[in-house]
T-cell receptor
Framework: GAVVSQHPSRVICKSGTSVKIECRSL??????MFWYRQFPKKSLMLMAT?????????EQGVEKDKFLINHASLTLSTLTVTSAHPEDSSFYIC?????????????FGPGTRLTVL | GNSVTQMEGPVTLSEEAFLTINCTYT??????LFWYVQYPGEGLQLLLK?????DKGSNKGFEATYRKETTSFHLEKGSVQVSDSAVYFC????????????FGKGTLLTVNP
C-alpha cells in the first residue's frame, strides 16, 4: 500500500514558539492532503484540507493563522503551529489521497505527538 | 449530511472471544465504507473496506459486510487475540471533489489473556 511519513514523530517545545510538522507521501503523489488532530480517548478532528499549489481549506473553528498549512508539492505538506500554547498539545495526523485507482482512499501517516510546555 | 455511528465502548473481551463492533451510516447514494485500526501511539491503518452493497471486506481474520438495506457495516472477528487491542474506527467516503472521510467516534477494544 501507499506510504505516508511524518516528521518528527514527537516534539516538545516551549510555549510561544512555532513548530513545523512535515507530511510526505513516499511512493505516490498526493493531490490532496488532510490534517487531523486527535485528543486523548477521542476521535479524529479534521483540521484542514490542502490541495497541491493552492490555499488550504480549514474546518470551522480552526484558526488558519495559528495552524499554517503549506502543500507546495505533490509529495509534501507541512503544518506549522505558530505561537504554540499548552492547549495545542495533541496528536496530529496527516493523510494523503493519490491519483488513479487509489483516489478514493486516504493513506495515513504515523502521527506526531506535540507537547507544549 | 453524512454521518457514521458506531458503538463507543470500551469493549473488553477475553482472548478467543467473538467480536462485533456495530457501525451504521447515513449518506446519500453509494458511499465506500472503511474500518481503520489505531494501535497505541500510532496512526491509522486501513483494516478493510467495501465499495459497494453486499461486498465483504476482510483482513487479518476481521470481516465486515456492506449492508445497504440496513445501512450497516459491522466489524466481526471470530476469535480475538491480545494483539487486536486497539481503537477501531468506522468511516465512509462519499466521493465528490474533496475526498473527505466521515469517521465514527472510535471503539476501544481491550483483549485480556
Amino acid at each position: 500500500g501507499a506510504v505516508v511519513s511524518q516528521h518528527p514523530s514527537r516534539v516538545i517545545c516551549k510555549s510561544g514558539t512555532s513548530v513545523k510538522i512535515e507530511c510526505r507521501s513516499l511512493d505516490f503523489q498526493a493531490t490532496t492532503m488532510f490534517w487531523y488532530r486527535q485528543f486523548p480517548k477521542k476521535s479524529l478532528m479534521l483540521m484542514a484540507t490542502s490541495n497541491e499549489g493552492s490555499k488550504a481549506t480549514y474546518e470551522q473553528g480552526v484558526e488558519k493563522d495559528k495552524f499554517l498549512i503549506n502543500h507546495a508539492s505533490l509529495t509534501l505538506s507541512t503544518l506549522t503551529v505558530t505561537s504554540a500554547h499548552p492547549e495545542d498539545s495533541s496528536f496530529y495526523i496527516c493523510s494523503g489521497v493519490g491519483m488513479g485507482e487509489s483516489y478514493n482512499e486516504q493513506f495515513f501517516g504515523p502521527g506526531t505527538r506535540l507537547t507544549v510546555l | 449530511g453524512n454521518s457514521v455511528t458506531q458503538m463507543e465502548g470500551p469493549v473488553t473481551l477475553s482472548e478467543e472471544a467473538f467480536l462485533t463492533i456495530n457501525c451504521t451510516y447515513t449518506a446519500t447514494g453509494y458511499p465506500s465504507l472503511f474500518w481503520y485500526v489505531q494501535y497505541p501511539g500510532e496512526g491509522l491503518q486501513l483494516l478493510l473496506k467495501a465499495t459497494k452493497a453486499d461486498d465483504k471486506g476482510s483482513n487479518k481474520g476481521f470481516e465486515a459486510t456492506y449492508r445497504k438495506e440496513t445501512t450497516s457495516f459491522h466489524l466481526e472477528k471470530g476469535s480475538v487475540q491480545v494483539s487486536d487491542s486497539a481503537v477501531y474506527f468506522c468511516a465512509l467516503f462519499r466521493g465528490g471533489s474533496n475526498y473527505k472521510l466521515t469517521f465514527g467516534k472510535g471503539t476501544l477494544l481491550t483483549v485480556n489473556p
